[in-house]
């Protein structure tokens, strides 16, 4: 699931490093702006057919691949 | 005109709020004791009535000194705190200004001149209809940011034809963007003239909902002006809601496309709201066609951006400058009350024209008229839309290139499937023996264009090709 939310991620900023450098903050280095943000729940929601609420997660949520992978994993299992 | 409707508000010194920003608010005999303050502090200190720098983020004092300027006779230059010092230094450059209040005349200096308490009544309004009432700056293609002149006649006229639309009085607006963006002139002459409360959202941490939401539901607003994509974030969440706002009764768009699935989204949440869809230039001060958008539109239909004002007129014409038929696309061109004094200078244009013996604008933007409704396809050169803001790709491209260690460069727009911009993308070709990283560059940039035109970087060897020997930008961006 992480490589596939990498791959979201990339296709979205095209930041092609994300890959490699999987642990870098999103946020602090500006790889997830607003715009990206907007399609990255979208493209989560169908991807994994889960309903993400940003007002119930905690912001720092985006910083991470890591962080968002748990994220979904555990919307999937509620 | 509306100074005179503004100055009467004011002297009623109401106890009602004026304005609110993080969790604090002004009430309008505030607002009065604060505007008085700066006006008298503005006629003693700038004699010659040069334009006034206004540098700030939407800070209580930034709305004061706008209506103390206009009130004695001064143009005001709003800069977000948001754009770079770099550019800030060609705005002022371009302006020679008397004073920068929130810069010269520090924030601190500045609250203190206002809060005196006993300060001098206003009895005279210096403004006059044909004097430049703001200049907002906006990207041009030189890479050099070029200054709007707006009248006081402009201002007045679409403040009043916003009114008639909305039709408010004392009621509370939210606003969302930062005043260097003319979004920001409708919520902030609109609350004034109905005696409404300015409810400011602070969006610096975009991506914390819960204080958005917070604010949002605090604010129990009853009007929003609002780009497409912020209420595309806001829409993101099912609490964004009736429930969360249960007094919101109307969305003003303006700044980029609406799109059929924020309509749809926004009505299923908001069962009565009332969605006015608007476009037009900063040339041609905010707005010039508004629609209020039905809740049923079929799915091949376009969004119409609506009918024009009625002291303008718009035509669609060809290349020539011949009016096109009805839903035929060609380019809109504006004429009338709201078009512009033209730009701050001697930057060259053939934008600002005479036509039909009226003042013109000749917008860029590809759209036709049909039913006498205009509807907005596109634009035919390389500026675009990005978060609202308007962009010209040429002015970030030709930042780069004053980089000294860029040879090459080409900065494309990343499209979605319903057209919109979701990232700008900056290829560039180093110079031989540079090394320098995607990051190192994108920190260069910052120093001389705002953080909304920063492009994603892309370090790249050589630009593919296309049979005419051109970039083949379409396969630059798929590659990457």
Known sequence: MEERIIEIIIKLTKFTKLKENKDIDLLENEILDSLAFLELITALEEEFNVEVQPTQVNPNTWRSVEKITELVKKLMCS | ?480
Request: proline content about 3%.
């Open chain 2, 1 to 480: 005109m509306i100074l005179d409707d503004i100055l009467k508000i004011l002297k009623e010194k109401s106890e009602d709020k004026a304005y609110t920003i993080n969790n604090e608010s002004y009430s309008y005999k505030q607002l009065y004791k604060f505007v008085c303050n700066i006006y008298h502090f503005l006629l003693k200190e700038n004699k010659e009535k040069r334009p006034i720098i206004v540098y700030g983020h939407k800070e209580m004092y930034m709305k004061a000194t706008f209506i103390a300027c206009s009130l004695a006779g001064m143009t005001y230059i709003p800069i977000d705190e948001s754009i770079p010092n770099q550019r800030v230094e060609q705005i002022i450059k371009q302006v020679n200004p008397s004073l920068s209040i929130g810069k010269d005349i520090s924030k601190e200096e500045i609250y203190k001149i206002m809060n005196k308490e006993d300060y001098s009544e206003i009895n005279n309004i210096y403004l006059k209809p044909n004097d430049i009432y703001y200049i907002i700056f906006t990207s041009g293609s030189t890479g050099i940011p070029k200054g709007v002149k707006v009248t006081y006649k402009n201002l007045d006229s679409c403040i009043k034809w916003l009114k008639n639309i909305i039709k408010i009085d004392k009621e509370v607006i939210i606003n969302q963007a930062n005043f260097s963006f003319d979004l920001s002139v409708a919520d902030l002459y609109l609350s004034l003239v109905s005696q409404s409360e300015h409810f400011i959202i602070n969006n610096d941490t975009m991506l914390d909902f819960n204080k958005i939401f917070e604010q949002l539901k605090k604010s129990n607003a009853n009007i929003m002006v609002a780009t497409p994509s912020f209420i595309d974030l806001l829409l993101l969440d099912k609490s964004f809601n009736k429930e969360l706002m249960p007094k919101l009764h109307t969305i003003l768009f303006c700044g980029e496309k609406l799109l059929k699935s924020t309509i749809s989204k926004l009505y299923s949440r908001f069962n009565n709201i009332k969605i006015i869809n608007s476009y037009g230039p900063t040339e041609c001060t905010f707005a010039v066609t508004s629609y209020g958008i039905n809740r049923y539109i079929d799915n091949d239909e376009d969004i119409p951006v609506g009918i024009p004002k009625k002291d303008v007129k718009i035509y669609i014409i060809d290349e020539n400058k011949n009016l096109i038929e009805d839903e035929k696309i060609g380019e809109i061109l504006i004429t009338g009350e709201s078009v512009a004094d033209g730009y701050l200078g001697n930057i060259k244009n053939n934008s600002f024209i005479q036509y039909n013996g009226a003042k013109g604008y000749l917008t860029g933007d590809l759209g036709y008229i049909k039913n006498g409704i205009l509807y907005y396809k596109e634009r035919k050169d390389k500026q675009i839309k990005f978060k609202g803001y308007r962009i010209e790709l040429t002015d970030i491209e030709k930042n780069i290139q004053k980089l000294n260690y860029i040879d090459k460069v080409i900065v494309l727009a990343n499209k979605n499937k319903d057209n919109k911009v979701i990232n700008i993308v900056a290829f560039v070709i180093l110079k031989e023996n540079i090394s320098k990283s995607e990051l190192e560059i994108k920190y260069d940039l910052k120093k001389e264009i705002p953080e909304y035109m920063c492009p994603k970087i892309k370090i790249v060897s050589s630009f593919p090709l296309n049979k005419n020997g051109k970039c083949d930008e379409k396969k630059l961006l798929e590659e990457f």
